[in-house]
């Protein structure tokens, strides 16, 4: 690669908003152009939903009380009965689907 000259340099200067000042030992830096922006995040429509969307799900409880004791009371009252083969059948597909995303 071969630079030539101080365009580079100066290209990247005036993008961080460095004003330099050319004197007879050389170029000095004088600090942040006053014309410099502060940076900002914009973010689109479909972000700003994602984010809501997001913050719904985690304002969720983490147990679902009304299923838990619909559950526990099924159990008390012997009406709980579970099905083997469905039971199988989900345990071996979560097993497939975990080794597809590792």
Same mark, same amino acid.
């Given at each position: 690669?071969?630079?030539?000259?101080?365009?580079?340099?100066?290209?990247?200067?005036?993008?961080?908003?460095?004003?330099?000042?050319?004197?007879?030992?050389?170029?000095?830096?004088?600090?942040?152009?006053?014309?410099?922006?502060?940076?900002?995040?914009?973010?689109?429509?479909? %972000? $700003?939903?994602?984010? @809501?969307? =997001?913050?719904?799900?985690? +304002?969720?409880?983490? /147990?679902?009380?009304?299923?838990?004791?619909?559950?526990?009371?099924?159990?008390?009252?012997?009406?709980?009965?579970?099905?083997? %083969? $469905?039971?199988?059948? @989900?345990? =071996?597909?979560?097993?497939? +689907?975990?080794?597809? /995303?590792?």
């Amino acid at each position: 690669m071969i630079i030539s000259g101080n365009n580079g340099i100066s290209g990247i200067n005036k993008a961080y908003g460095v004003e330099t000042v050319k004197s007879g030992k050389g170029v000095r830096e004088t600090g942040k152009s006053s014309s410099q922006r502060s940076d900002q995040v914009v973010l689109s429509s479909e %972000a $700003q939903g994602l984010q @809501q969307q =997001i913050a719904a799900i985690k +304002a969720l409880p983490d /147990v679902r009380m009304d299923k838990v004791e619909e559950l526990s009371r099924r159990v008390e009252a012997g009406d709980y009965q579970v099905d083997a %083969a $469905q039971l199988a059948d @989900q345990m =071996i597909g979560r097993a497939l +689907a975990d080794k597809l /995303v590792k």
